[in-house]
């Protein structure tokens, strides 16, 4: 009788941490904050994380005339064309991350930080919202 | 007898445990409940997750431990209902931030015009007023003139559908301005008597 019991406690205690574990799994749907702009143009061809852009850090910093201004970036996600070279010659990224006045290229995995094959979109947007079936936790976008 | 006693003893007990794993069954299968409340509302814990939680940066990659948590940043500024649940136009206007608005010179200051639009909104919806004045502390002239909108009374023709779907107003709000569930926050002039007879 006493094992019994024994076993049936081990059975729920099992089946217990189960559900806490798909819990845990299943629960799991979270979101990265308004604005981050995430760009896939050539990472995933060139085998390095795709890149995610706070918008929130930035614009503490600099007002949206300097980089969309000044800089000449389109406000489009991915619809830059920016590269590695082009940011070491200066260009885009390259006019702050360049060891003077924002760190330097070298910290690759600063920016290249996002899971491999998440796709170029703007995180949170409108067009995100409207669509039903959006694995968020994927940040896959149709 | 004592076995018995022992069980009676664990009912409650076990009681306890199912209700636990009912709601614990309850909770996992929320994402997939088709009549969950509101499958967009986001709790405000869950909200300006730390980039290692937050669904789109690589918990695995060095550098996303390093990067600044939203939330430790936004805790100093006004907060929204929506978008990062920061109100920007009011920090700025706190001067809980000073955005340079020259890369290098940190005393440049932005050419503010203060004018405001008002376009007249078919249908109930109260007017909307389009304030140049807290545009144009963060953006230049040059960024909506002429390329998203024509310098003209009249020439632009919006509608809520293009705005949704990214175009005019839309390639900002939505995406890192405030989102266009803030409704009032442009159609902020009620109609006045004489135009409501006349619809």
């Given at each position: 009788m006493k094992h019994l019991i024994k076993y049936r406690l081990r059975q729920v205690a099992l089946s217990f941490s189960l559900v806490m574990l798909a819990g845990a799994w299943s629960g799991g749907l979270l979101y990265a904050e308004f604005g981050d702009v995430v760009i896939n143009n050539y990472s995933d061809d060139a085998g390095m994380r795709p890149v995610i852009f706070p918008h929130w850090f930035h614009r503490i910093r600099y007002r949206c005339k300097v980089c969309h201004g000044d800089l000449g970036f389109q406000f489009k996600a991915g619809g830059n064309e920016i590269n590695m070279l082009k940011i070491i010659d200066g260009?885009?990224?390259?006019a702050c991350h360049n060891g003077e006045i924002a760190w330097a290229v070298e910290n690759c995995d600063v920016c290249h930080s996002a899971k491999p094959g998440t796709p170029t979109q703007v995180h949170m947007s409108t067009l995100q919202k409207l669509i039903a079936p959006v694995d968020k936790a994927q940040g896959k976008q149709k | 007898m004592k076995s018995s006693s022992l069980r009676r003893s664990l009912l409650p007990g076990l009681i306890v445990l199912l209700f636990t794993l009912a709601t614990q069954w309850a909770v996992s299968a929320d994402n997939k409940n088709p009549n969950k409340f509101n499958r967009l509302m986001v709790p405000m814990s869950e909200r300006n997750p730390p980039p290692v939680e937050d669904g789109i940066h690589d918990p695995e990659n060095f550098g996303t431990a390093l990067l600044q948590t939203p939330r430790e940043s936004f805790s100093a500024l006004p907060r929204a209902p929506s978008g990062n649940n920061v109100n920007w136009t009011k920090a700025l206007e706190n001067g809980d931030i000073n955005p340079r608005y020259d890369r290098d010179d940190a005393e440049a200051k932005p050419i503010v015009m203060d004018l405001n639009i008002v376009r007249e909104v078919k249908g109930s919806m109260p007017d909307v007023v389009y304030p140049h004045k807290q545009h144009t502390e963060w953006l230049d002239c040059a960024n909506c003139h002429p390329a998203i909108f024509i310098p003209q009374k009249g020439a632009n023709q919006i509608s809520m559908a293009q705005i949704l779907l990214?175009?005019?107003?839309g390639i900002c709000h939505g995406k890192v301005a405030f989102p266009v569930s803030e409704c009032r926050r442009c159609h902020s002039k009620p109609k006045t008597g004489a135009q409501k007879v006349s619809k």
């Open positions: 260009e885009y990224c390259g | 990214g175009e005019a107003c």
